[in-house]
């Protein structure tokens, strides 16, 4: 894996564990961005006569890697907007309630409780307890939660705070059951883990293509089950919009149509997909879960902790997890000697107390970074820098 470090534009004089946060992108990738972006100045007109087509040509093969098919997807340019598709164009209302987990990422939260505030009803983030024992408890605990009111669950697939892979099959389908609409933050998912948008069963699903799966900047998916597809309205309206019953075609262009925007990203999607193919990506994962599996328990050493899950079983992330740290430490402090003195860039959530660092292990990382990160943080425990 350490011959893949060449084929990325990281700064070589920083140590980069923060790809959960914005992803980083292949030269490869870089190089057909750059073509697109070039194509499109020398004849914009009929490279914007052209786009549609394209845009389809790429959404089959996104849906193909995704496990679904084309008129199930729509391209967005992150999962916070993804997101505010759903949140706000279900007609929820006083009485109504929407149950989530006390791990969900800070954005989205905010969007669920802008919109709880303007149309009268309750988001509930239900605590899920640690460590994790099973798949099965994690949904029983979860269901503590819901209540004959309960319109929607809103969960993500992998946690931004903690780095833990939840087990969504098991919740849609038992919502499906019991006539509960499931939304599912995949922002950390596709690229990280494989992915069967269909199998899943979520009602909408959305993911980022820039943070794991290689792509540029500003790619993401909606996924909607033909079902609900009706539901979702447009965030901006123009030219796409009908005073007529929606269909697949308006849900896409619903969700597509904001005028005039640079799509290069999206049409390099696929030399992403491209080049995890070719570089054995399933390989390149399961040696970035070992670096990101070592380095958890080094830490859980050092700091006398347990991480949230059974430390022996490391199933429940893939290429970033959460490690805990001395309870005495200052993670602003320490956040900062490691930038400053190592040159190694991090997260450190400080979720309900639990200190700790998430370490994300992307292919131009390998184990001499993981042993720096480790020798780094003692001697920024112990020595002060």
Known sequence: MSSLRDLYLVDPTFTLFNNGSLGTVPRPVLDALFALECEMEFHPGKFFGMLRGRMDEVRAQVAEYLGTTSGNLSFVVNATTALNFPIRSLQLGPGDEVLSTDHEYGALNNAWRYMAKQRGFTYINHPIRVPMTTREAFVENLWEGVTPRTKVIFLSHITSPTALIWPVELVCARARREGILTIVDGAHAPGQIPLKLDEIGADFYVGNLHKWACAPKGTAILYARPEVQHVIEPLVIGWPWRDEPADAKHYIDYVEGMGTRDLCGFLAVPAALKFMREHHWEEVRAECHALAAQAQRRLCEMSGRLPLHPIEDDSWF??????????????GQLSSRLYECHRIETAMPNWNGYKSIRISVQAYLGQADIDRLIDAIRQ????GC
């Open 318 to 331: 893939s290429q970033m997890c959460l490690a805990p740290l001395p309870d005495d430490a200052d993670i």
């Open 380 to 383: 920024a425990i112990v020595a």
